[in-house]
């Protein structure tokens, strides 16, 4: 959950500029809570990287919000309401859906693939750049309508876009070969 | 063992309590919590296949408690020790797995190896689940003349080398006797050992590098780097990511690639109709060959593609202390005709490449340990979905219990993020069959989890390091990193590691 990105984490992301003098254990002993605040403004504008202004302005924000559906890796739907501006890898964090963001949102894993379920929204989106592509190419169970989450960001246009999660577990019970076809060997022996 | 992380109330109480009752109660709360005995999981190895598989095992199953064993003191595996240090994007993901590691029902153990302090049937005794997760850890070899030269070394050794591997800080790679460079392999990690051999020092003081590998390559003469494939350019192994960096991202160094190497066979565009990540290498290789051409500086590093060549033999060098030369035979592509690849063939024409340095990129390679069937052809356990078989014969029988995931199980390759679906699999043929009822044993054979290991590891007066070991470690390592501008600085010998964890 990106609540719960420790301040430790942050100084990854803002290698650029450490912060000197600062402990990473101790900073980590503070509650979660307070780091919280720092988190979300942090992930915002670092995981919206494709926009400006609006991520910032918090009034905006609740203003102005967009339907999506996220379908998990069982099939199971699940209709968020997500802010201008934000990210789909950032907004399936906030509420709680299973969609990994390895590398939180800069542009070096592949692991918030998401698949638009309709090709009308999937045109809708920007094309995606070079380093996604690069990314794209090495996501699990790719399609023609795949995109990485960080790099989808919440605008008017997209209102009812749906995201199915890619999964290597989806058709797992019909697709397996049935494990009592086994004998099973002593552990011991 | 005091934990630097927020904690339930519950087990803030416990701090109080000496390490190992706390230890046993948390187990106790963690049981009361699913009501019943927990599920007790020993997953070897911490790299991404690990903590993928640790993470998917506790959100899978609310009784499990999982430990993490680890031969090094470090965790995170080839995040740590593989991926590049001018790769800090990549690296991130060691966020995630410290957050795995600070679940309650998560303990690591570092510095305890399998095989060695503790045995593959005593982890089987001692819980309901063992997953092996302990990647590839050795080469695949050529197996050609002249192998043993000095001055050739694995593309793995020299990584592990500028990663600062307690196992590798004393390799010392000759960098200064010779301008060339061979690296035999066109994947990733020769693209990376390229890049580290031809870039500008000054940006790579600025990453976690190890600091004698820092200062080993500034004072390198090497300017030219050979990288030598036994396909063509529609065949490379590399990503169009770390291929991209490598052609367009150094800085002051001339790119070569032949240009009649990029014809393509009717085989070819077969190829690349069928690979998008093929068609979109094969263009910016095609890209940088029209780029590069008629740019000519003298000061220039090179970096030559060298396709359609496979090592013979290694010739010494006049004196015959080194490496000299490599020798390669040309080849041409011939379809296999089984999987509708195509495969390198000899030609015999050969040519002589003269270097001072070869790396051998061509494979990393996982190693048994007593009492795991072993499949030595592919280097891998045969499993079925990550349970593992007790041979590769189509009458092997499910070894109860144990797991396998990453490298081991499927060979050393991919990304780490190819991990989590590996691990995605395995943890859901785990869970299937506990839903089975495979590890209710007899009530008298109840499986004793992280108290029996740590029984096992006092008795054998093994000092382990918890996770909080690794964060003196990694707190250390960072502090002396800000001293030099660096993300850290990397503690490189086992008792400096096992010092600071402390």
């Given at each position: 959950?990106?609540?719960?990105?420790?301040?430790?984490?942050?100084?990854?992301?803002?290698?650029?500029?450490?912060?000197?003098?600062?402990?990473?254990?101790t900073?980590?002993?503070?509650?979660?809570?307070?780091?919280?605040?720092?988190?979300?403004h942090?992930?915002?504008?670092?995981?919206?990287?494709?926009?400006?202004?609006?991520?910032?302005?918090?009034?905006?924000?609740?203003?102005?919000?967009?339907?999506?559906?996220f379908i998990?890796?069982?099939?199971?739907?699940?209709?968020?309401?997500?802010?201008?501006?934000?990210?789909?890898?950032?907004?399936?964090?906030?509420?709680?859906?299973?969609?990994?963001g390895?590398?939180?949102?800069?542009?070096?894993?592949?692991?918030?693939h998401?698949?638009?379920?309709?090709v009308?929204?999937?045109?809708?989106?920007?094309?995606?750049?070079?380093?996604?592509?690069?990314?794209?190419?090495?996501?699990?169970?790719?399609t023609?309508?795949?995109?990485?989450?960080?790099?989808?960001?919440?605008?008017?246009?997209?209102?009812?876009?749906r995201?199915?999660?890619?999964?290597?577990?989806?058709?797992?019970?019909?697709?397996?070969?049935?494990?009592?076809?086994?004998?099973?060997?002593?552990?011991?022996? | 063992?005091?934990?630097?992380?927020?904690?339930?109330?519950?087990?803030?109480?416990?701090?109080?309590?000496?390490?190992?009752?706390?230890?046993?109660s948390?187990?106790?709360?963690?049981?009361?919590?699913?009501?019943?005995?927990?599920?007790?999981?020993?997953?070897?190895?911490?790299?991404?296949?690990?903590?993928?598989?640790?993470?998917?095992?506790?959100?899978?199953?609310?009784?499990?408690?999982?430990?993490?064993?680890?031969?090094?003191?470090?965790?995170?595996?080839?995040?740590?020790?593989?991926?590049?240090?001018?790769?800090?994007?990549?690296?991130?993901v060691?966020?995630?797995?410290?957050?795995?590691?600070?679940?309650?029902?998560?303990?690591?153990?570092?510095?305890?190896?399998?095989?060695?302090?503790?045995s593959l049937?005593?982890?089987?005794?001692?819980?309901?689940?063992?997953?092996?997760?302990?990647?590839?850890?050795?080469?695949?070899?050529?197996?050609?003349?002249?192998?043993?030269?000095r001055?050739?070394?694995?593309?793995?050794?020299?990584?592990?080398?500028?990663?600062?591997h307690?196992?590798?800080?004393?390799?010392?790679?000759?960098?200064?006797?010779?301008?060339?460079?061979?690296?035999?392999?066109?994947?990733?990690?020769?693209?990376?050992?390229?890049?580290?051999?031809?870039?500008?020092?000054?940006?790579?003081a600025?990453?976690?590098?190890?600091?004698?590998?820092?200062?080993?390559?500034?004072?390198?003469?090497?300017?030219?780097?050979?990288?030598?494939?036994?396909?063509?350019?529609?065949?490379?192994?590399?990503?169009?990511?770390?291929?991209?960096?490598?052609?367009?991202?150094?800085?002051?160094?001339?790119?070569?690639?032949?240009?009649?190497?990029?014809?393509?066979?009717?085989?070819?565009?077969?190829?690349?109709?069928?690979?998008?990540i093929?068609?979109?290498?094969?263009?910016?290789?095609?890209?940088?060959?029209?780029?590069?051409?008629?740019?000519?500086?003298?000061?220039?590093k090179?970096?030559?593609?060298?396709?359609?060549?496979?090592?013979?033999?290694?010739?010494?060098?006049?004196?015959?202390?080194?490496?000299?030369?490599?020798?390669?035979e040309?080849?041409?592509?011939?379809?296999?005709?089984?999987?509708?690849?195509?495969v390198?063939?000899?030609?015999?024409?050969?040519?002589?490449?003269?270097?001072?340095?070869?790396?051998?990129?061509?494979g990393?390679?996982?190693?048994?340990?007593?009492?795991?069937?072993?499949?030595?052809?592919r280097g891998?356990?045969?499993?079925?979905k990550?349970?593992?078989l007790?041979?590769?014969?189509?009458?092997?029988?499910?070894?109860?219990?144990?797991?396998?995931?990453?490298?081991?199980?499927?060979?050393?390759?991919?990304?780490?993020?190819?991990?989590?679906?590996?691990?995605?699999?395995?943890?859901a043929?785990?869970?299937?069959?506990?839903?089975?009822?495979?590890?209710?044993?007899?009530?008298?054979?109840?499986?004793?989890?992280?108290?029996?290991?740590?029984?096992?590891?006092?008795?054998?007066?093994i000092?382990?390091?918890?996770?909080?070991?690794?964060?003196?470690?990694?707190?250390?390592?960072?502090?002396?990193?800000?001293?030099?501008?660096?993300?850290r600085?990397?503690?490189t010998?086992?008792?400096e590691?096992?010092?600071?964890?402390?």
């Amino acid at each position: 959950m990106l609540a719960r990105v420790s301040r430790l984490g942050l100084r990854a992301l803002c290698r650029a500029s450490p912060s000197p003098g600062q402990n990473p254990l101790t900073s980590r002993r503070h509650g979660a809570e307070a780091v919280i605040s720092r988190v979300n403004h942090v992930g915002n504008t670092f995981f919206c990287s494709n926009t400006n202004a609006t991520s910032n302005d918090k009034s905006s924000e609740s203003e102005a919000k967009i339907s999506v559906t996220f379908i998990d890796k069982d099939g199971e739907e699940k209709l968020v309401k997500v802010p201008i501006g934000m990210s789909m890898l950032e907004a399936a964090h906030e509420n709680d859906i299973e969609l990994e963001g390895a590398c939180e949102g800069s542009l070096a894993c592949s692991t918030c693939h998401v698949i638009v379920t309709d090709v009308d929204y999937y045109n809708k989106l920007e094309d995606p750049v070079d380093e996604e592509n690069d990314m794209l190419d090495l996501a699990f169970g790719l399609t023609e309508t795949s995109r990485l989450g960080c790099q989808v960001i919440a605008s008017p246009e997209l209102d009812g876009i749906r995201l199915a999660l890619p999964s290597a577990t989806r058709n797992f019970a019909v697709d397996g070969i049935q494990l009592s076809g086994f004998t099973m060997a002593d552990p011991t022996s | 063992m005091g934990r630097a992380r927020p904690l339930h109330h519950a087990a803030r109480r416990l701090l109080l309590l000496p390490p190992r009752l706390r230890g046993f109660s948390s187990s106790s709360a963690a049981a009361a919590a699913s009501s019943r005995e927990p599920l007790h999981v020993c997953v070897v190895g911490s790299g991404p296949a690990g903590f993928y598989t640790a993470d998917k095992m506790l959100k899978g199953h609310q009784g499990a408690q999982v430990d993490i064993i680890d031969r090094l003191p470090t965790p995170f595996g080839l995040v740590r020790s593989g991926v590049a240090p001018d790769h800090p994007e990549t690296k991130i993901v060691v966020n995630q797995f410290s957050r795995v590691a600070a679940n309650d029902r998560c303990s690591f153990y570092g510095n305890v190896t399998l095989g060695m302090d503790v045995s593959l049937s005593e982890l089987r005794k001692t819980y309901d689940i063992v997953v092996l997760a302990y990647g590839a850890e050795s080469d695949r070899s050529l197996g050609i003349p002249g192998e043993d030269l000095r001055g050739i070394h694995s593309a793995r050794e020299f990584v592990w080398w500028y990663n600062g591997h307690p196992d590798m800080c004393n390799l010392a790679p000759d960098l200064q006797s010779t301008d060339s460079a061979v690296v035999l392999g066109q994947g990733n990690v020769a693209l990376d050992v390229a890049r580290i051999l031809l870039c500008c020092t000054s940006e790579l003081a600025a990453t976690d590098i190890a600091d004698y590998a820092l200062d080993a390559l500034n004072g390198s003469t090497i300017r030219k780097v050979y990288l030598v494939g036994r396909r063509g350019p529609v065949q490379a192994a590399c990503t169009a990511k770390e291929l991209r960096e490598i052609l367009g991202g150094l800085k002051n160094v001339r790119v070569f690639i032949n240009e009649a190497d990029l014809l393509k066979s009717p085989s070819d565009e077969e190829e690349i109709r069928n690979s998008r990540i093929q068609r979109r290498v094969y263009e910016l290789l095609s890209k940088a060959a029209i780029a590069h051409k008629g740019n000519n500086n003298n000061d220039q590093k090179e970096l030559h593609f060298v396709f359609f060549r496979r090592p013979t033999r290694f010739l010494p060098s006049e004196d015959g202390s080194t490496v000299g030369a490599v020798q390669l035979e040309k080849t041409c592509l011939k379809d296999d005709g089984v999987a509708g690849k195509q495969v390198a063939v000899g030609t015999g024409e050969f040519e002589d490449l003269k270097c001072g340095l070869v790396l051998k990129s061509v494979g990393y390679k996982s190693l048994p340990v007593e009492g795991l069937p072993f499949d030595k052809y592919r280097g891998v356990v045969p499993n079925l979905k990550g349970r593992v078989l007790s041979s590769e014969s189509e009458n092997a029988t499910v070894e109860p219990g144990l797991y396998v995931v990453g490298w081991l199980k499927r060979g050393p390759t991919g990304i780490v993020a190819t991990n989590l679906h590996c691990a995605e699999e395995t943890v859901a043929s785990i869970l299937e069959d506990e839903k089975k009822g495979l590890f209710m044993g007899p009530s008298d054979s109840k499986k004793e989890g992280r108290r029996g290991l740590l029984e096992i590891l006092e008795q054998k007066n093994i000092r382990f390091v918890p996770f909080d070991g690794w964060e003196k470690i990694d707190c250390k390592e960072k502090i002396a990193g800000e001293l030099k501008n660096k993300p850290r600085e990397k503690i490189t010998s086992w008792n400096e590691l096992l010092m600071a964890a402390n």
